[in-house]
């Protein structure tokens, strides 16, 4: 039978023991959770825009909704092919009758630059409805460019360099060589509202 003395100091090495072990847990957890947290702050200033106190800034742009990054001139229909969400964002989007109708009747030759990333959740949103609305107005005057960046904002040939935005997606209108307007990030009221808007 173990003495008082020996029953002691059997408690106090165990104690000693199961606070090392706690302290190494706390340390092990502690660590874990700051290295998680790095990607998300990577994920949040590399988003849909550079500004940093962005309203809604890393719930609207650090959920990654899937990992295919498309850069340079992108054609819609690999949009809808590739892309998750694409077909239903495009098919499911109720265009404005009223405002289609004035897109029909541009006569003017114009063209709409649309600078996207395929990574940021900002574009998966509004990207489809924009392609639905084109469709619906239907006008050989109307052409348009989809242009996509990485994280960076960049595209190998430098192509949406060119027109200084910050925030995607940009839909940028011109006519003549000249810029009309531009429709940055989400909708004043809707994309086709906002595009006669810039029209008008």
């Known amino acids: ?30 660590l874990f959770f700051s290295t998680q947290m790095l990607p998300m702050a990577a994920s949040a200033n590399s988003g849909c825009a550079f500004e940093k106190d962005q309203q809604g800034f890393i719930a609207t742009c650090s959920e990654e909704k899937q990992e295919v990054i498309l850069t340079g ?20 989007y109720q265009v404005d009758a009223q405002a289609i109708d004035v897109l029909k009747a541009i006569k003017e030759p114009t063209q709409i630059v649309v600078i996207i990333g395929t990574w940021c959740p900002d ?13 619906a107005a239907a006008n050989p005057n109307i052409e348009v460019e ?3 960046v990485d994280r960076s904002k960049q595209d190998p040939e430098g192509l949406a360099a ?16 000249k810029e009309l307007g531009r429709i940055v990030e989400r909708p ?5 509202a906002d595009l006669v808007e810039i029209l008008k």
């Open 73 to 92: 001139v992108i054609q819609p229909q690999t949009l809808t092919t590739e892309l998750p969400g694409y077909t239903e964002g495009f098919t499911n």
């Open 162 to 177: 060119k027109y200084a935005f910050s925030r995607i997606p940009t839909f940028i209108v011109k006519q003549q060589g």
């Open 146 to 148: 989809y242009i996509g």
């Open 123 to 135: 574009c998966h949103r509004e990207t489809p409805h924009f392609m639905r609305i084109i469709e």
């Open 188 to 192: 004043q009221a809707t994309l086709e």
């Open 1 to 30: 039978m173990l003495e008082y003395s020996q029953v002691q100091y059997f408690l106090l090495n165990r104690d000693i023991i199961m606070h090392n072990n706690v302290r190494t847990l706390l340390a092990t957890t502690a």
